[in-house]
């Protein structure tokens, strides 16, 4: 009865009526009727941009107009857009400048802008993604993230640190006054500002300042400039626009050359860190070492549930590369902007020295604890944060799924380029965008300034998720570089230039030409040989 039933109904002309429209519906469902992508991509647009070609995109450009971030910032200048969209391949690049779609990005969407792009410099450099800036939002980077805010940069450890950092800072003003001491002398302060930084960033990680037999005056041995160059020389080369990031058949080509570069950089780096790790991973095994004295003594301690290494040994070495690189750029390259546009403003110069006085006399050093009162100082370091920052594009920011960006389609995947000159100098936040003014980020109520804005009306340290976790060791050292700087020696142009050239490299936002100023001690000439005593104990 039941299959003459069935038979009856296969045989009747409705049941193929019904079997054909539910045929349809599933196809309607599975291919034809739009997904959630396809809807949000109907509603809205992508942002505006050069049409691409296919399947490059607009990589033809891209190779025609170098550097490329000024290629980006022609494009979004005539556009007048503050976010646009440029096609790599297949990957959508979004750049942007304006403050409130960075807070979007950074605050309201951060859980899905964590993440960072696969490419082969920053897989090579961090030996697999082992370390925290260029890992993809996952369990890695949250145990790399968790062990330099918890365990190198928690305020306890750095107050630990803070006579190694005096140390630096001393043998900065000493290594200025060996230079400037008999009547004044030229001095360069690019270089001076680049040393204080890798001094100081060895000697938390490794309690060393030289890796050689290091100079009397307090100067950089060859060693040490090979050491900070190869240093800058890597970090030129993340993220640079190379070809084989965007065209994934090209991967194993080095059509641009970046590759060679880079891996020569990171053998030079290798060949000084390295031996010194091994070398202290044996001692502590060995047990003569039992005392830690750094952040490298810091990280091989570090001990999981099981009382076994918390860390391996290319974890080690991949994290403390990416620490010496982290530190190294930003603080030299602001003080040296900073100072270049008060030589051509020597009211404000005066006005800095006059706080430094005022809240450390003349007859002692400036120190940490000075800090909370010295806005004016704090003013001219973020002014020099707004306009000249290190590199205009942020580290990229990778979308974890389709979104809405101010009212734009973004797809899954899409590399996002927070442009940090292009916010510090939009128009629409700023008056007056190009000119330096510390005046603008005073508060009227006197109360401590910090370089952070959590507005992101100046981007120097980012917020959410993927923000900088080395904010307070980053801001002192780059506010103790220019406060020693300042208030140990009077600075004016040298004698044959009344003005200091303005002007930013082509390929980056560097100042063109290192900035040499003629420098001279203003302080009694005991303070400066208090220093030589303490080195001599
Ligand atoms: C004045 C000095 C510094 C400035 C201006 C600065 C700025 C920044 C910025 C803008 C980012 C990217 C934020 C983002 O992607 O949204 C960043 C990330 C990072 N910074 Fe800094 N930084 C400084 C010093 C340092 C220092 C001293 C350290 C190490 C102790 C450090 C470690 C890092 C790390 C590991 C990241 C990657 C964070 C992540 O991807 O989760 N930075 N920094």
Known sequence: MKSSFTSMMLSHPIFYFFFMLFGIILLYIKILKPNDSTKKQEKHRFPPGPKPWPIVGNIPEMLANKPTFR?????????????????LGNIHVIPVTSPSIAREILMKQDAIFASRPLNWSSEHVSLGYLTIGPSPFGQQWK??????????????RLQWLHDKRAEEADNLVQYMYNQCNNGGALVDIRLAGKHYGGNLIRRLLFNKRYFGNGREDGGPGAEEVE???????????????????????????????QKEAMKKAINTLRKYHDPIIEERIRQWKNGIRTHQEDWLDVLISLKDANNNPFLTLDEIKAQIMEIMMATIDNPYNNIEWVLAEMLNQPKLLQKATEELDDVVGKERLVQESNI???????ACIREG???HPIVDFNIPHVSMEDTILSNYFIPKGSHILIRRQGIGQNPKVWKDPLKFKPERHLKNDGSNLTLIDPNLETFTFGTGKRSCPGITIGSTMTIMLFARLVHGFTWTTPPNEHIIDLCECVGDTSKAKPLVALGKPRLAAEVYHKLDQKKNI
């Open 385 to 387: 944060f707004r306009l």
């Open 143 to 156: 145990k790399m993230k968790r062990v330099i805010t918890n365990e190198l940069a928690s305020p306890l």
């Open 227 to 257: 050491h900070v160059e190869a240093l800058l020389s890597v970090l030129n080369y993340l993220f640079a626009f190379s070809i084989s990031d965007y065209v994934p058949l090209m991967r194993e080509f080095d059509l641009d050359g």
């Open 372 to 378: 909370p009162k010295l806005n004016y100082i704090k």
């Open 71 to 87: 290629w980006i910032q022609n494009i979004m200048n005539d556009l007048n857009t503050e976010i646009a969209c440029i096609r």
